[in-house]
């Protein structure tokens, strides 16, 4: 796959981006070497399958020393996508971020570096995961830094889905018959990948002077059967649903890891399911961004016949995007048209 364009040649600063080889970092690295103004590197756990960057770090970053190989010509931004979906609940966190942190703690010595960690809205005080709870320990990290966390939603797109999202789309493709977990206060509170894109680019140009936690979602969720009455309508089917309590598969699911052992769906996403996030924290700030942007968003290129996105669940007015803002930015036509690109990929 070619680069999508040449990195400038005098870069003011160098964004490393953690977890590069997967969903959201390949989808960041996209974004800022299109743009062309940084140097990209990016840094994963094998060789990644895009070539949107400047260089490329072999290196597991959670065992191994790997902020030394970070030049140090240029400021850092550092975004962290990485994260290790198969160790949840099994390691002691101690342990297991020792190496990472002092990474981190390496590259935020250094004068003009900035720190940004992608979490989840899994994560929150409180939350009953072994994968919230690791989330929040990671984002403890990051304030401890003075760095800035960022918690998505459920991250949908129709034309570049993430693996959630991807799954349920499978779903409504090959099964007629779909069981549909229930569970009371259950909701997805979900963000379009191009608005989590914009997001992050305005942050990337701001100066945040202390540590913060936002979350990029809508501010209204949706319960798993309008989601997938969503998918049905884009797909132009019907499928038959029927509702399972959720305890019943909790309870299956446990049962089944304790005899084999876990796979992709677990008990622990279901009770994640059963206990979403209620209120986001610093929601309001990414509201104003999609108010702000909502047209220039819905006008991005879907390729024929291809729905907007989910931005109707946005119901802030019009006069909340006014008040100032902290994430206010100027972002050019070559913004958008990067953001244009990767929803028609």
Excluded at 85 to 106: M, P, S
Aim: charged share 20%; with cysteine; aromatic share 8%.
């Amino acid at each position: 796959m070619s680069a999508d364009a040449p990195q400038s040649a005098t870069p003011s600063r160098q964004i490393v981006i953690l977890g590069a080889g997967g969903y959201l970092g390949g989808s960041l690295c996209h974004v800022f070497h299109a743009l062309g103004r940084d140097r990209v590197v990016a840094v994963s756990r094998r060789e990644p399958g895009h070539r949107h960057l400047a260089s490329h770090l072999v290196a597991d970053v959670f065992a191994e020393e790997w902020a030394r190989h970070i030049a140090d010509d240029l400021p850092v931004l550092l975004i962290n996508c990485a994260f290790d979906f198969g160790t949840v609940g099994i390691e002691q966190l101690e342990d297991k971020y020792a190496v990472f942190d002092r990474n981190i703690a390496a590259l935020a010595k250094r004068p003009g570096t900035r720190l940004i960690n992608i979490s989840t809205t899994s994560a929150y005080p409180g939350c009953p995961t072994d994968y919230g709870r690791e989330k929040l320990y990671v984002e403890d990290l990051f304030t401890k830094h003075g760095g800035l966390n960022v918690r998505p939603g459920l991250v949908v797109s129709w034309r570049n889905a993430g693996a959630g999202f991807l799954r349920l789309l499978d779903t409504v493709r090959s099964s007629k018959l779909i069981p549909v977990l229930a569970a009371r206060g259950s909701g997805f509170p979900t963000c379009d990948l191009e608005a989590f894109l914009l997001g992050i680019v305005v942050l990337a140009g701001m100066r945040i002077n202390k540590p913060r936690t936002l979350t990029f979602c809508y501010r209204n969720r949706l319960k798993l059967a309008a989601v997938l009455q969503m998918i049905e309508g884009h797909l132009g089917v019907a499928r038959i649903k029927f509702p399972v309590p959720w305890f019943a598969v909790y309870l299956a699911l446990r049962g089944k890891e304790a005899l084999i052992g876990k796979s992709k769906i677990r008990a622990d996403s279901v009770l994640d399911f059963a206990h979403p996030l209620t209120r986001p924290l610093g929601r309001s700030a990414f509201a104003r961004l999609i108010v702000q942007f909502r047209a220039e968003l819905e006008a991005l290129p879907r390729g024929q016949g291809i729905a907007s996105g989910f931005y109707g669940l946005e119901s802030m007015s019009a006069a909340s995007a006014r008040k100032s803002c902290r994430l206010s930015a100027r972002l050019t036509p070559k913004t958008f048209e990067v953001l244009g690109r990767l929803s028609d990929a």
